[in-house]
């Protein structure tokens, strides 16, 4: 059973908190077709086992750590660098520092790039003086839509520079900065929620920031920049082949995903808005996660060690504050598709809500908003679409060869010829995917017992 334990622990973490916090930003459900995601819940030969047999690391904040720590001194900014991908803590530095106690700042590149091309183009620049020569996020076409938005929301991208040039380098530091004060995961996600609140009502994101990405939608198909040829290394190849795709993907279709996400992150809740609704459940699962392999606040660990009963093993479980009923209960498995990967992670999350002991309780997890969120029919529909346009597309390019080409001609236009059986596997492959997909992420509704009910907050 130690070993049974120990060998879920990494898939545990991310699998549940990614399953939280995918949500917020919405953009868990890309990995639907993205053929190079490689799940980090993914079990296989390579896994690692953590021998808890073994003394932990010491770090700053205790010493009965349960697992060690390979980091850099700071518990937590390496947990939350991990979770948001951001690397290594050196990584951090290149971009961001810390001028004194109060100010923080970008590198010196990244600041001259904000202050002398980014802010005066998108606080200055009008549409009959913008050219290739004076230009560099924009081109006519986008800037005479972003300025079509009305006046209440014509600043909004102005604002936009300004803030992230003011605000992100103190937000990026004390996330994942090795000297950041954060002493919990709790701690850091109220941080999130109060930085993301101040950001929505500043910027009037509800209003303005929809409004803004509607439009950028609309703008995309035909987006031309000197920013889009440096991300594609002026290579004439990648251009054409970034255009193709974003001339042919349905890009409708996210304009409509991006303003129902919006709807549902901006409603009402006790807590300010579903944001900060969603931030607290993250805070809450970063909490559970600490409680079990962080602290052991019950000494879960020592007593399966001494080969304590069943009874006291599950005397703590029924406190319902560690993940210890979910990683002794689920047997990690190792998965071959989407489909099947999804399912596996769905055991995890199902295991946490449905617990026998607790899930009338883990209402607190799951926010009346969260839970319309997930359940809206349309956003998901609209999606499906966007990345089944996608998968055409990539078939269309394969079919013609055009993958193969030294060279695509400015005025080609890929043919999707619709084959029945390929039709037929992107339509029933989808709709699988998704439903095991959303079986991962909103396991409240999976259980026997009932689903677990929302709470407003």
Request: charged residues 30%.
């Amino acid at each position: 059973q130690h070993y049974y334990i120990t060998n879920n622990l990494s898939r545990m973490k991310v699998c549940t908190i990614l399953a939280v916090l995918g949500m917020l930003s919405g953009t868990a459900a890309t990995t639907f077709t993205t053929s190079t995601f490689t799940s980090p819940c993914r079990t296989g030969k390579t896994d690692v086992t953590h021998d808890l047999t073994s003394p932990p690391s010491s770090h700053p904040y205790s010493d009965s750590t349960t697992i060690p720590y390979y980091d850099d001194g700071n518990r937590v900014t390496t947990d939350l660098r991990g979770l948001f991908g951001a690397g290594d803590w050196r990584d951090i530095r290149r971009i961001v520092k810390k001028v004194d106690n109060d100010t923080y700042v970008f590198n010196d590149d990244l600041n001259e790039f904000i202050e002398e091309r980014a802010i005066p183009e998108l606080c200055e620049m009008t549409s009959d003086k913008i050219n290739v020569y004076n230009s560099y996020l924009l081109d006519r076409q986008c800037l005479e839509k972003l300025n079509s938005v009305g006046p209440k929301c014509r600043e909004f991208k102005c604002k936009l520079a300004h803030y992230v040039k003011d605000n992100l380098p103190r937000v990026i530091y004390t996330l994942f900065d090795r000297d950041s004060k954060l002493e919990s995961l709790k701690e850091g996600a109220e941080f999130l929620g109060k930085e993301l609140s101040a950001l929505f009502e500043e910027l009037d994101m509800c209003t303005c920031g929809k409004k803004f990405l509607k439009v950028a939608s609309k703008c995309a198909p035909y987006y031309f920049t000197n920013a889009l040829f440096e991300m594609n290394e002026e290579d004439p190849q990648l251009i054409v082949m970034a255009e193709l795709i974003l001339r042919h993907m349905d890009l409708e279709a996210a304009g409509k995903v991006a303003t129902l996400l919006f709807d549902h992150l901006c409603e009402k809740t006790s807590s300010g808005t579903c944001v900060n609704s969603i931030v607290k459940v993250a805070g809450r699962v970063g909490e559970l996660w600490e409680n079990t392999l962080v602290y052991d606040i019950h000494d879960y660990m020592s007593k399966i060690r001494e080969g304590a009963d069943e009874e006291v093993l599950i005397d703590i479980w029924k406190k319902c504050d560690t993940f210890f009923s979910v990683l002794t209960n689920v047997e990690s498995r190792y998965a071959d598709g989407y489909v099947e990967e999804y399912n596996d992670h769905a055991r995890y999350t199902n295991a946490f809500f449905c617990d026998e002991y607790c899930r009338e309780k883990r209402g607190v997890f799951y926010p009346c908003c969260m839970k319309d969120l997930l359940r809206d029919k349309k956003m998901w529909d609209n999606l499906q679409k966007l990345i089944e346009s996608y998968v055409r597309l990539l078939n269309a390019l394969e079919n013609e060869g055009i993958w193969d080409e030294e060279f695509i001609p400015s005025f080609y236009i890929p043919e999707y010829h619709p084959d029945p059986e390929f039709e037929e596997w992107i339509q029933k492959g989808g709709k699988r995917i998704r439903k095991a997909f959303l079986r991962w992420i909103d396991a409240a509704k999976t259980c026997k017992d009932g689903e677990v009910q929302c709470i407003d907050f």
